[in-house]
Structures are given as structure tokens and as C-alpha cells.
């Protein structure tokens, strides 16, 4: 299992836009083009004084499905046009883990 991590941040008047925008058209958008080893897709948020951070979590079952999803370069940022537009900042570069343990309650 591999974790792919990516932050970015948008101004406290912006961020239920950017919510907005990824519950809408974002996250649909990328489940909807059935990637093969996608299992899933979380986005976090917390106030940071004069901004607001926000973190996508993504879950694959395998490097393979990581390219699939972000192309050959695939640790660069995938940044639709409408996420940039209210975004203050991010991330030019994911950050991507080996899942080694779980637990579960």
C-alpha cells in the first residue's frame, strides 16, 4: 500500500471554495477515471491563523497505480485549474509513503 500526501493552503475566505470545488468536481473526477489500484481519497483541513491548510490523502495498492493516477513525473503536483485559482499555495511535489502497519480498532 502506498500513501501519497500533498498539502496546500488558501486564504479563510477561500477555503469553502476549495472544499467546494473538491467535493464537487475534483475528487468525482478523479474516481471517476477508474484507476486501477485507487482505493481511496481524503481531504483534511484545519485553520492556521491566516490561512487555512488543507491535506489530501490518497491510498494505492501499488506503485503502478500511483502513475497511472499522476503520470511518468509522478511525485509533481496534479493541480486542476480550478483548485489553483484558490489556492494561496502548495505543494510543487507530493510526498509518498510505504504503508509498513495498520491497526484497527
Do not use: C
Not at 500526501?5 to 471517476?32: C, K
Not at 503520470?71 to 509498513?100: I, M, N, T
Request: aromatic residues 10%.
Amino acid at each position: 500500500m502506498i500513501t501519497r500526501l500533498w498539502h496546500g493552503w488558501t486564504t479563510p475566505e477561500n477555503a469553502d471554495g476549495y472544499e467546494a470545488v473538491i467535493r464537487s468536481a475534483i475528487f468525482p473526477g478523479i474516481m471517476g477515471r477508474g484507476i486501477a489500484g485507487l482505493e481511496r481519497i481524503e481531504l483534511l483541513r484545519r485553520p492556521l491563523g491566516g490561512e487555512v491548510e488543507f491535506v489530501t490523502i490518497m491510498r494505492f495498492t501499488s506503485w503502478d497505480a500511483v502513475k497511472a493516477f499522476a503520470g511518468p513525473d509522478w511525485e509533481v503536483s496534479v493541480v486542476p485549474p480550478a483548485a489553483r485559482a484558490v489556492l494561496v499555495r502548495f505543494d510543487d511535489k507530493a510526498q509518498h509513503y510505504e504503508v509498513r502497519a495498520e491497526g484497527q480498532a
